[in-house]
């Protein structure tokens, strides 16, 4: 069996953003969104999200490159004036391994964003992060500790299949190898937490240029199981994505979403996305199972 997730990362980032989101759900094949907390846009998401009953909603942790949820004076040393984490994803995870003050503003951002989503009344279908940062382990064992009393039960694993992508036509790499391996220690670090994930993740080779031909080429390969496949859709380009992301193709990400022709070839080759089938989590030592 094969089961499908199509999610869309940074809802609330702006309206644009949002609005590509919402168009990608009512017409397209998209099932579920991760809502950045500290976006500028973030009640016009969440208003989007309360129109929209059928989408399922998760939290996307910020901890890099984007905005906090605390004020700049609460976490001093993890964010400038304006409330945004730094860019330097080497620097950032040295700083959140090695020192404890660091280690304690960080663990009091993660709560307040878990909380803010909390607050919105919104039921927690999963929880995923910018730049994936919860591979860190740090940053990954504060998301699962802080994130299951508040009801959090799925993680994204982003274990991008190599031997997939390359029948797509993207070569294996090094790097792809590594980042493979690395994925399998938050995997096991979350099923031991007592989270579900999914089997196979697809997004990170074309991050941000995840258009139709892409899309197209993968959908007949997709692995048994259920599948994640991510995207950043948006309606139009805006000061906000020209700043953080002046490659990534939003408007293109959108079109594929949208597109007949894929959802004619997922009919085709029968993913089911009506519900999320996952990895069963092993029972904990406080379960009554």
Same mark, same amino acid.
């Given at each position: 069996m094969?089961?499908?997730?199509?999610? @869309?990362? *940074?809802?609330?980032l702006s309206e644009a953003v949002n609005e590509g989101i919402e168009r990608a759900h009512r017409d397209g094949v998209l099932t579920s969104a991760s809502l950045m907390m500290g976006g500028a846009a973030v009640n016009d998401a969440i208003a989007r999200a309360r129109r929209l009953p059928s989408l399922r909603v998760g939290l996307h942790l910020v901890v890099i490159e984007g905005p906090a949820v605390l004020p700049p004076a609460e976490i001093p040393d993890l964010v400038? *004036? @304006?409330?945004?984490?730094?860019? *330097? &994803?080497? @620097?950032?995870?040295?700083?959140?391994f090695f020192l404890?003050?660091?280690r304690r503003q960080l663990a009091a951002e993660i709560d307040a964003q878990f909380a803010a989503f909390a607050a919105t009344g919104l039921a927690l279908d999963h929880a995923d992060s910018h730049k994936h940062m919860h591979l860190h382990p740090t940053v990954g064992a504060l998301m699962l500790k802080t994130g299951r009393p508040r009801g959090l039960r799925h993680v994204r694993v982003p274990r991008e299949p190599v031997a997939v992508m390359a029948r797509c036509g993207v070569p294996p790499t090094l790097a792809a190898h590594a980042m493979s391996a690395w994925t399998n220690l938050f995997r096991t670090q979350a099923l031991r937490a007592g989270m579900a994930t999914d089997d196979n993740v697809f997004g990170l080779a074309w991050s941000g240029t995840f258009d139709e031909d892409r899309l197209l080429r993968l959908i007949p390969h997709l692995p048994a199981g259920a599948t994640e496949l991510y995207f950043h859709p948006a309606a139009a380009r805006d000061p906000m994505i020209d700043r953080w992301m002046p490659t990534y193709r939003h408007e293109a990400e959108l079109a594929a979403l949208l597109s007949p022709s894929v959802r004619a070839a997922l %009919?085709?080759? &029968?993913? &089911? %996305?009506?519900?999320? &089938?996952?990895?069963? @989590?092993p029972a904990r030592p406080d379960s009554p199972h």
């Open positions: 094969k089961r499908l997730t199509v999610t @869309a990362d *940074d809802f609330g400038d *004036d @304006a409330g945004w984490f730094p860019t *330097d &994803q080497l @620097a950032l995870g040295l700083r959140y404890p003050r660091i %009919s085709r080759h &029968q993913p &089911q %996305s009506e519900t999320r &089938q996952v990895t069963p @989590a």
